[in-house]
């Protein structure tokens, strides 16, 4: 297993612009997980998804924010319009269908001038 | 929020054992511990977790008390690389409900000094 792949890994932007993040699982895992978390705080829940379907969203999410998960692979985080207090780590975590152990990427850093 | 509760930090000396508590006074009888930690600027990483009986593998150990109530998460000999934040969670592993995922506090700031 590669782990769960994260790109970018940073990413700097003007307030305003749109942004996207990619996540890849763990091969044939098909529980994805994103996650926020800003300096000093623990990881925050945003969204859930078991196979394509999205099935629980945090009230985090924003109504810039989409999350998409096509075929049961990847997944993508989209944040439109960024703010200031957008900038954060943004985790993605995947696990298998026992509910078992999740892991975690190694995060991508969002930076917004 | 999250259930359990953990010292903000600890300090511990290169080559010593670090043991770092952990309270969760309200767990569930099917709800497992789990342990992961995260250096500084990466991603959470997964440590070990348990249910009832002692856990040990090659990072660390966990002890949970009788009652279940605390467990204390073990690393044998720290070393300067285990300088990280841990948390400690509380997740029923098997569950399609809200225990599912898991729920972060503001976990422990481990510092193992030279």
């Known amino acids: 297993d590669t782990g769960v792949s994260q790109n970018p890994r940073h990413k700097i932007t003007k307030r305003g612009q749109n942004v996207t993040f990619r996540c890849d699982p763990i091969?044939?895992?098909?529980?994805l997980y994103w996650y926020r978390q800003t300096l000093g705080q623990g990881p925050e829940f945003l969204t859930y998804f078991q196979n394509e379907a999205q099935l629980e969203k945090s009230r985090l999410l924003s109504d810039r924010f989409s999350a998409e998960r096509p075929k049961g692979s990847f997944s993508t985080l989209e944040i439109q319009r960024t703010e200031q207090g957008d900038s954060a780590m943004y985790l993605c975590?995947?696990?298998?269908?026992?509910?078992?152990?999740?892991?975690f990427g190694e995060g991508s850093w969002l930076t917004v001038v | 929020d999250a259930k359990t509760t953990q010292p903000p930090s600890m300090d511990c000396a290169e080559g010593r054992a670090a043991n770092l508590p952990c309270n969760h006074s309200t767990i569930s009888g099917n709800e497992y511990v789990y342990w992961y930690r995260q250096i500084h600027s990466q991603g959470p990483q997964y440590i070990i977790h348990?249910?009832?009986n002692n856990e040990t593998n090659e990072m660390a150990s966990l002890i949970i008390t009788e009652d279940r109530k605390s467990s204390t998460l073990i690393l044998p000999h720290a070393t300067l690389r285990d300088t990280a934040v841990y948390y400690c969670i509380v997740r029923v592993p098997n569950s399609g409900g809200s225990n599912y995922k898991l729920t972060f506090g503001k976990g422990t700031l481990l510092t193992v000094n030279p």
């Open positions: 348990g249910l009832k």
């Open positions: 975590a995947s696990t298998d269908t026992g509910y078992s152990t999740i892991y």
């Open positions: 091969s044939e895992h098909n529980r």
